[in-house]
């Protein structure tokens, strides 16, 4: 079927603008694959299912909105105290001085740069792939736009146990840049591997990371997305979980004038699990969407999907999760919950919940809410002499803790909620 005009027009018009990347016959010929299925299915338009609650305008036009530079200096990094393999990125491009040696134990990394333009690598057999599964049934253009145009990222191949995380960071030093950055990430079996990321990146961001995770490995992420106030965001996960394999994630967002976080994940393996979290605080012109589908295709497979939004000022919150359970996928586990907790009475929280179960012996549940600060727990706390700010503070930490205590690791717990306190004490200031 023919794409309307409209959505045509803006396709190309956003294509205009860029150009493929150069690299070795097997990556150009991913990449022109990519922008053919592009051009056929066009970039997204409101009149779009999956971007109602969500305006793109701003994701797909030609050129980035300027955005103002944060100045964040005094402020410790998140991860900044721990031993760690650095990859550091200024506005979409690698900064080798900034970043540390990319050897290590169990591990190899390199720029996707260097790896397209090899004539055999891993990578030809896994870039654009989980990408290009996660279109069905829901076609998901702004990533197909990142395999087509991704000018650089790393290829990241763990063969055993890698004790430091590696930790990508990306920071925004011009106003008007506009990164597309595309990471791969392979699990041999039994493997485990930590990635950290944490910046704004740039004006407008467009990331896409698939993970390809064999039996029995371990995959866990932890991110902090920057706190520059007019960045826009758009981001992918692409994950494909083997036998006995594990995948959690965990998103912490404050700020930004757009953000949409996309997870998508395939449990191919029996007995895997699949945990996917976000925790995001938000004031004013600020706009977040979170974006999951999880499918289940193996026997005894659990998931999470645990979301929790802090919204003031006008402040909006998107959640859309599926949970797809095929046939023969008997014993699945699959849990959702979705919550806001809007400080005013501007502020709305926007839910779509979903589950699509074809086997007849499952637990699936699902569940979203929102609401105010609890009247009588805040009594509570205003009797015993805790000041009304803080007091609202100490519930609104505790609404936002299921969803960080996702994170296994306590130190990374602990360092969260106390990045968390301090945006609330910011905002109380």
Known sequence: ??????????????????????????????????????????????????????????????????????????????????????????????????????????????????ATRMDIHWAKDLYGTLEERGQTPVARPLATLNTAMATDGVVIHATGQVNKPVHLVYHHRSTTSDAILHHVIKLDAGADLTILESGPAAAR??????????????????????RDHERMAVTHMFARLGQESAFKSFTLTANGVLTRNECVIEMTGDDAVAHVAGACVGDGNFHHDDTVFITHDAERCESRQVFKKVLRNGATGVFQGKILVKEGAQKTDGYQISQSLLLDGDSQFLAKP?????????????????????????????????????????????????????????????????????????RRG
């Not at 109602?52 to 305008?57: A, S």
């Not at 600060?373 to 609404?399: K, M, P």
Request: aromatic residues 8%; glycine residues 8%.
């Open 1 to 114: 079927m023919a794409l309307p005009q409209a959505k045509l027009d803006a396709t190309e018009a956003r294509l205009a603008a860029l150009s493929l990347p150069e690299g070795a016959a097997w990556a150009t010929g991913l990449r022109e694959g990519a922008l053919a299925r592009l051009r056929a299915a066009g970039l997204p338009n409101r009149r779009d299912e999956y971007w109602k609650y969500t305006r793109p305008d701003a994701l797909v036009a030609p050129e980035a909105k300027p955005a103002a530079l944060f100045d964040t200096a005094g402020e410790a990094e998140l991860f900044g105290n721990r031993d760690r393999i650095k990859i550091v990125f200024v506005d979409g491009e690698f900064d080798a001085e900034a970043s540390d040696d990319l050897s290590g134990e169990n591990v190899s990394i390199e720029r996707l740069a260097e």
């Open 205 to 226: 961001f467009n990331k896409v990371m698939e993970v390809d995770i064999a039996d029995g490995a371990a995959f866990h992420h932890v991110r902090k997305q920057g």
């Open 354 to 426: 979903e589950l699509e179960i074809y086997a007849d012996d499952v637990a699936c549940s699902h569940g979203s809410t929102s609401g105010a600060i609890d009247e009588e727990a805040l009594f509570y706390l205003r009797a015993r002499g805790i000041s009304q700010d803080v007091a609202t503070d100490l519930l609104t930490l505790a609404f936002l803790a299921e969803a960080v205590e996702e994170v296994e690791d306590e130190g990374l717990r602990e360092d969260i909620l106390n990045r968390l306190q301090g945006w609330l004490e910011r």
